[in-house]
C-alpha cells in the first residue's frame, strides 16, 4: 500500500502543508513538525486492491512525543470492500417442460457468491433453486404454448468489518455487484389428451386389453411405461396387453412432440374381472357326435343371458334368450359355410357382454 499525494495538517484557524511527500521513504513514516493540539492530521492516499481477497484494509496511526492520554484515537482505518463482477451468461437457452435448468455462474472473486431469482409467466411452475453456483432449476409449463422464465443474478460478497481499532468485528457488509438476467424458453409439452380402452377400461380374464392414445397434435409418437417414473418402457404407440390376471392395472403414456420434447404422463387403467363362463372356440356339426354343438359351459347359471351369432359380414346368424337348446352351425334350419363367427354374449348380470369368435369347421 503506498502513500500518495500529501499530508495536510488543518484547524479551523490554520493550515500547515507538506506537500511532495511519496510512499519511497523507509516503512512510510513521516516525520511532522509543527503541530498543535488543535490541529488534525488529514493523510490522502491511494492504493491498488487485487481481487484475491474479500477487501482492502489501510491503518494510519500517528505517534507523538508528548504524553498521549488517548492513543486509540489516533488509529484510522479505512477498509475498501471489492465488487464482484459476474461473468457474462449466455443471452437466452430452450428446454422441455419438466427438465432443469443448468447455467454455472462465475465471478472474478473466489469468495463471491450469489443471490438469484426466477420471474416465470402464470403457465410455469419453478421448483428450485438447488445449489448457489448453478442455476439449477425443474421447471414445467402448464400450458399449450412455449413459455418464458426470466432469472436475475446477482452476485455479493460478504466481508467483516475491521473497527477503527484493527479489530475484526462480529458485524459483515454485503457488497453487491451488477445484476445479470438469463432468458430460459421452456417449450410447450405434447400432451396425451385421452386414452382409449378395450371395454371402457373393463374387460374379462380370456381378452386383450387395447390402449389406443390420442394427442394434443397428430404427429405425436406415443410410449408407454409400467410406472409413473418412467424407468421401464413397454411399448410405443398402440398398446396391447393380454393374459392379464384378474384385477385392476394401471400403465403410463407419454407424447412426444417434433420439438423432441416428451410430455407428461397419462394413466390408462383397465379392470379385469373373472371370466363367468367358458366358451367353446369351435365346433364341428358333422352328426359324428364330437363338437356338433356350440358349448358353453356355465351358461345356464345366467337363464336371462342375451346371445348373438354375426358373420364377417355383419350379419346376425343366431340369437337366443337364455341357452337352453345349444347352437349347431345353423341359420334357418340350414348349415352355415366353414368359416369364422363373431358373438356377444350379454349376460345381463350388470357387467358389459362377452365378444369373441367361434370357428365352424367340418
Known sequence: MELLGSIDVKSSSQQINYPNIDGTSTNNVYAVTGIKNTYYIRFEYTCEITKTNSSAVNTTSVTSTDTDMDP???????QTFIKPILDPLATHAAICSEKSVNEP??????????RWAAAPNANTVVQGPIGSNTIQDIVSNTGNADETVVYTVTPQIVAPTISPTGNIGPVSTTTLGTPRTFNVTVLAPTRVLLVAITGN???????SAVFTPNG?????TYTWYDSMNKSNVIGHGVLTKS??????????VTATGPNSCEGPALSAQVTVLPLPIKVRKSLTPNDDEIEDK???????QFPKCSIKVFNIFGTMVYSSTGYGTPWIGTFHDSPLPVGTYYYTIDLNDGNRPLSGYVAILR
Not at 455462474?105 to 450469489?114: H, R, V
Not at 393374459?243 to 385392476?248: C, E, K, Y
Open 72 to 78: 486509540n484515537n489516533n488509529v484510522s482505518v479505512l
Open 105 to 114: 455462474l462465475t465471478a472474478d472473486n473466489p469468495y463471491s457468491s450469489y
Open 216 to 220: 394434443s397434435i397428430p404427429s405425436a
Open 201 to 207: 377400461g373393463v374387460i374379462y380374464s380370456d381378452e
Open 243 to 252: 393374459d392379464l390376471s384378474v384385477g385392476t392395472h394401471t400403465f403410463y
Open 294 to 300: 356350440w358349448i358353453i359351459t356355465d351358461i345356464d
